[in-house]
């Protein structure tokens, strides 16, 4: 058992560690973003709201989301939060 609990804690270990570097190469990217959402919106481009909602239908978009079904299941669950 403590074989094998060892090879989990060092498989721990090492996951966290990849995880770590991935975000931090990441982080540059993120970098690029925030300063490109401040920009549009600084310059009166597009608003927060329209940068966000964008941002939305681009990833509806690239996912292939079925949108006649997204579109029930959203009334669906506006008829329920109106409800209660």
């Known amino acids: 058992m403590s074989d094998e609990k060892k090879t ?3 498989y721990i270990e090492t996951y966290i560690k990849s995880v770590s570097a991935l975000e ?3 982080e540059p990217f993120k970098e ?4 490109l959402r401040k920009e549009y919106e600084d ?3 597009l608003s927060k709201e329209q ?3 964008a941002v939305k239908a681009y990833r509806l978009i690239k996912d292939e989301e079925d949108m006649e ?4 299941f ?4 506006a008829t329920i939060r109106r409800s209660s």
Do not use: I, S
Not at 32 to 35: T, V, Y
Not at 69 to 72: A, F, G, N, V
Not at 74 to 77: A, D, L, N, R, S
């Open 74 to 77: 959203y009334e669906k669950v």
């Open 51 to 53: 940068q966000r909602l």
């Open 43 to 45: 310059n009166g481009w």
């Open 24 to 26: 931090e190469a990441q």
């Open 69 to 72: 079904q997204l579109l029930d």
């Open 8 to 10: 989990v804690d060092q």
């Open 32 to 35: 690029q973003r925030r300063e």
